[in-house]
Nanobody, 123 residues
Framework: QVQLVESGGGSVQAGGSLRLSCAVS????????WGWFRQAPGKWREGVAF???????NYAESVKGRFTISQDNDKNTLYLQMNNLKPEDTAMYYC?????????????????WGKGTQVTVSS
């Protein structure tokens, strides 16, 4: 049974940092992509960062230079380091896995999702 469990969300002031984690179990396909998505109330779920099987990464313009996606294969964990947070980053954040080279509008194509962790940034 595949499980993705996010943690690390919370409430911070603008300019602060958080590191999200996604613990993965029961999944072994190694050419798929891994990504972080977010969804704010009343908005579509959007991809913000991806890491691919060749270790390349891809970031939405809105988070480029502030967010870093990484993975620890030994720990089966995906991370999202978020620095210089802004109020517009407030959303529920989800990790997911999907086809190789998934991108920002690939939410409908992803195979498995976590249940999310809330990030709230106050001004």
């Amino acid at each position: 049974q595949v499980q993705l469990v996010e943690s690390g969300g919370g409430s911070v002031q603008a300019g602060g940092s958080l590191r999200l984690s996604c613990a993965v179990s029961g999944y072994s396909r190694n050419r798929d992509s891994w990504g972080w998505f977010r969804q704010a109330p009343g908005k579509w779920r959007e991809g913000v960062a991806f890491i691919y099987y060749d270790a390349s990464t891809n970031y939405a313009e809105s988070v480029k230079g502030r967010f870093t996606i990484s993975q620890d294969n030994d720990k089966n964990t995906l991370y999202l380091q978020m620095n210089n947070l802004k109020p517009e980053d407030t959303a529920m954040y989800y990790c997911a896995t999907g086809p190789a080279y998934s991108s920002f509008d690939s939410a409908k194509d992803m195979y498995y999702w976590g249940k999310g962790t809330q990030v709230t940034v106050s001004s």
